[in-house]
């Protein structure tokens, strides 16, 4: 099984070794890469063609993504300590060159769009594999992700799980005051897609959410996940500057700390 602490507490450990930023990100997905990485997605492995696909459309918190697949088997403890070394593949966004990343992402607003084109690819390939995609907040304020949302229900994607990381925040401000998204059920609904609204920080019920979820029948779904920015570490919730800066050896000392309480 894998655990929001596990993956958490990586993130700090190379984030502090490597020094960089994105950390406040990366923890607040850390509870649903969990469920994903460690209870919902199936396949042999990252070789396997009729594995369940993902797309981290919000690609600066790939750390948290590169914690799963260390933890699931697939990225190995030596290159999880090249974390944005020269010449790695651990790169601050997620490259596909890399075993059990299914696409480069970064540019904010794409990996909606690249997820319904893998979704209609495994309808056309006749298999049973499906597609899920974990966006931003902030990246519902993008037009292409609303032409891929349009599209998706054209096309009765059922095969296609949207999670939404509604953590409130991007990188200079509060969504609230950058672009207002409430009422964001709402919007997803109107749009044709089965919505459900979760607690992103609950394993157990994010894993029962998903099962719970018609993928042989009709719209794609969307979980719409309450989350914290910087889940775990009390000097970075909801802090913007925590989108950007490195730790000193004192903050991540404090950090370790607080994540005790995740185990």
């Not at 296609?160 to 509060?174: E, P, R, S, T």
């Not at 979820?213 to 009390?234: D, M, N, Q, Y």
């Not at 950007?244 to 991540?252: I, K, Q, V």
Request: glycine share 10%.
């Amino acid at each position: 099984m894998i655990s929001a602490y596990d993956i958490s507490k990586i993130v700090l450990e190379q984030s502090m070794r490597a020094k960089v930023g994105h950390i406040g990100s990366s923890l607040s997905i850390a509870g649903i890469l969990a469920a994903l990485f460690g209870g919902v997605l199936e396949g042999k492995g990252p070789d396997d063609p009729d594995r369940d696909r993902f797309v981290l459309s919000k690609g600066h918190a790939a750390l948290a993504l590169y914690a799963a697949l260390h933890l699931r088997g697939w990225i190995s403890a030596e290159a999880m300590n090249t974390y944005c070394a020269d010449g790695s593949m651990l790169g601050v966004h997620p490259d596909s060159e890399l075993a059990g990343v299914d696409f480069s992402t970064g540019s904010l607003g794409h990996g909606l769009p690249l997820a319904v084109g893998a979704a209609l690819a495994a309808r056309m390939q006749r298999s049973d594999r499906r597609c899920f995609v974990l966006v931003s907040d902030a990246e519902c304020n993008e037009g292409s992700l609303w032409e891929a949302v349009m599209l998706a229900a054209h096309q009765h994607l059922s095969n296609l799980v949207a999670i939404v990381d509604m953590n409130g925040q991007q990188a200079l401000g509060y969504t609230k005051d950058v672009l207002s998204l409430e009422p964001l059920p709402a919007k997803w609904q109107a749009f044709g897609w089965d919505v459900l609204e979760v607690d992103g920080h609950d394993v157990a019920g994010l894993i029962r959410a998903i099962e719970s979820l018609k993928t042989r029948a009709h719209a794609p779904h969307v979980l719409i996940a309450r989350t914290e920015f910087g889940h775990g570490v009390s000097y970075m919730r909801s802090q913007i500057k925590w989108h950007y800066l490195p730790m000193s050896e004192a903050d991540y000392e404090d950090a370790l700390k607080d994540i005790e309480t995740l185990r």
